[in-house]
């Protein structure tokens, strides 16, 4: 079995606002194995940036990632 190079579960960002919090990315789940390629296709503005630049550390620190404790 080949094991995980990247594992996400519930991962969040929110986005402080003057009106409040904005969630950008709610509940993302995924799993990429090592030697797989891994393809996000979405709407504009669904979150496929954010998720992945706050996956690489990316975003600004205003924005908050929420990881559960494992």
């Known amino acids: 079995m080949t094991e995980n190079v990247l594992s996400l579960r519930d991962f969040r960002v929110t986005f402080p606002t003057l009106f409040g ?9 995924l799993d990429v194995r090592a030697g797989a390629t891994l393809g996000v296709a979405g709407a504009p503005g669904s979150g496929n940036s954010v998720t992945f630049l706050g996956v690489m550390g990316l975003l600004p620190k205003s924005a908050p990632i929420r990881r559960p404790a494992t």
């Open 21 to 29: 919090d904005v969630q950008a990315v709610r509940g993302v789940d």
